[in-house]
């Protein structure tokens, strides 16, 4: 698989990652498949993709513990991402950026990883009540300690407004101008894919203008974007689709016309290729410094999806993409 390069440190990563999320957190528990996700992080590193995206939130704690399955075994094969700074509570999710706080995190997640330094720790979310230069502060102090290799940022939790566009992340670039006076922002974390293009107008150019890798989350769309979903299907409560505006059957009905559209760019290429790739491979020509992370517990997509970096979308192809219409369900 082609190698990408990111941050400062230049740290090279296969170009198509592994979202570890779904294998314990955010899609129905009752779909979890144990084993079998561990067979799909294998699988993954067996064609090429190195950087494996985790958070101790996930699960909590046990997906960091299963990726700690697979770094005892061939640590050298993986560059390990996880996130700190979100505390799953009782009633709510809640943030929390105090410095001490994040040290013990940080070694509360070497254990669970099973490895001595962490090569990408990101901060999940800004905790409103700590100056964010406090936290990256301490983040920092676990590189020069030799805890952690490189810093990330995560840019989400902008949904409300998401269709708003230009504006979306005026207040992450405000953040991460803060931040960098403080230690390297090694790479980014926000969600980027054909139906939710919005990081491509600001962040990603702001990203690529100071050599900081991109990480695209939900490049899939949350499954939409391989047309493997049915509209009315319907989803388990405790799966985040349930909640999301652009899953109900009427909005997943409209946007059919967007999975229309990558299949037809997939039959050119091949009979094998898939929506699903189309999908990556386009986030994948957004730039040099741009990294799907394809989130994923089944081997065959893990498989499928590392198969996208092979898949080179000419001109033509990139146009039709561009082209197809703005998905239709917005969160505000
Ligand atoms: N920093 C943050 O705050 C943040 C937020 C959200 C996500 N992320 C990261 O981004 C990663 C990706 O996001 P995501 O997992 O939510 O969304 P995604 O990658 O857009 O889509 C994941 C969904 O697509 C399905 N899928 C994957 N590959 C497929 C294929 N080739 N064919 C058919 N279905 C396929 C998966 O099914 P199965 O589960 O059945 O395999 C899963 O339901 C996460 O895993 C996480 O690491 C980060």
Redesign the pocket.
Known sequence: MERRTIGAGALAVGAVGL????MSW??SAS?QRGEESLR?VHTALDAGTTLL???DMYGPFTNELLVGRVLKERRADAFVST?VGLLVGEQHIVANGRPGYVKRACDASLRRLQTDVIDLY?L??ADPEVPVEETWGAMAELVRAGKVRALGF?A??ARGGRRSGAHLYDATIRQLTRVQQVFPVSAV?A?L?VWSPEALESLLPWCEARGIGF?A???????F??G?LTPGEGFEPDD?RARHPRFTAEMMAANQPIIAGLRRTATRHGEHV?P??VALAWVLAQGPHVIP??????ER?AR??AGAAALRLSAEDLTEVKELPAALGSWD
């Open positions: 979202g570890c999320m779904p955010a899609y779909r799909a995206d985790t958070a996130k990101q999940h979310r995560c989400m939790g974390e969600e894919s990480l989350a939900m490049p899939l769309g949350n499954g974007l391989t493997t985040l898939t699903a790739q992370v394809p989130g994923t517990k089944q997509w499928e999806n």
